[in-house]
Nanobody
Framework: QVKLVESGGGLVQPGGSLRLSCAAS????????MGWYRQAPAKQREWVAR???????YYANSAKGRFTISRDNARNTVYLQMNSLKPEDTADYYC??????????WGQGTQVTVSS
């Protein structure tokens, strides 16, 4: 089972940007589904975006137009570029592998705080 490690979270002002990274312990080229969920305090975990092995991308409505998911198979890494961040984007962000939005492996999460 591949191990996932997220990084790149932090504190950013509204309107700012962050790029999250998810490094896998093994090759991701054969992994079809990889993506991101997030969980805000006192809320359920929410799916954010995913990318297939062929590079097709899918986004939650809350992420469309602001977030971009990408993958670098040579680096075994998936990225989430987040622009125009809003306070409501504040959450712990989790990388996953799986099928579609169904996760079979999770990372430990990285915290994102959007605040002035």
């Amino acid at each position: 089972q591949v191990k996932l490690v997220e990084s790149g979270g932090g504190l950013v002002q509204p309107g700012g940007s962050l790029r999250l990274s998810c490094a896998a312990s093994g090759s991701i080229s054969s992994l079809n589904g990889m993506g991101w969920y997030r969980q805000a305090p006192a809320k359920q975990r929410e799916w954010v975006a995913r990318i297939t092995s062929g590079g097709n991308t899918y986004y939650a409505n809350s992420a469309k137009g602001r977030f971009t998911i990408s993958r670098d198979n040579a680096r075994n890494t998936v990225y989430l570029q987040m622009n125009s961040l809003k306070p409501e984007d504040t959450a712990d962000y989790y990388c996953y592998t799986g099928v579609g939005e169904f996760a079979t492996s999770w990372g430990q999460g990285t915290q994102v705080t959007v605040s002035s």
